[in-house]
Nanobody, 123 residues
Framework: VQLQASGGGLVRTGGSLRLSCVASGRTFSSYIMGWFLQAPGKEREFAASIYWSRGNTNYADSVKGRFTISRDNAKNTVYLQTNSLKPEDTAVYYC?????????????????WGQGTLVTVSS
């Protein structure tokens, strides 16, 4: 199983980035796909998740209304559209896949992880 995250970069406050996560190695239709972020010196925290087959979504309060998670079945890719970015959104963003229960926001429920992509928001 491979999860390849990309799309990070340097952006100014208020800007946008679209992060991508290409999944390969198995069929992910029964998986929950998540995005987590880890700021320097802080623990990894949940941002958003999507139930691949059903399209249900879940968001942390800190990103709700600004970030949108989606998936493209044909491309086996999950996206995180990040809008209205703030300096406190600066972090390494990881995509992950879980075979666990829907609704969990705990990183230890996720079985597979990508390598992370760095998002830096300047003030």
């Amino acid at each position: 199983v491979q999860l390849q995250a990309s799309g990070g970069g340097l952006v100014r406050t208020g800007g946008s980035l679209r992060l991508s996560c290409v999944a390969s190695g198995r069929t992910f239709s029964s998986y929950i796909m998540g995005w987590f972020l880890q700021a320097p010196g802080k623990e990894r925290e949940f941002a958003a998740s999507i139930y691949w087959s059903r399209g249900n979504t879940n968001y942390a309060d800190s990103v709700k209304g600004r970030f949108t998670i989606s998936r493209d079945n044909a491309k086996n890719t999950v996206y995180l559209q990040t809008n209205s970015l703030k300096p406190e959104d600066t972090a390494v963003y990881y995509c992950a896949a879980s075979r666990g229960s829907w609704g969990s926001r705990s990183y230890d429920q996720y079985d597979y992880w990508g390598q992370g992509t760095l998002v830096t928001v300047s003030s």
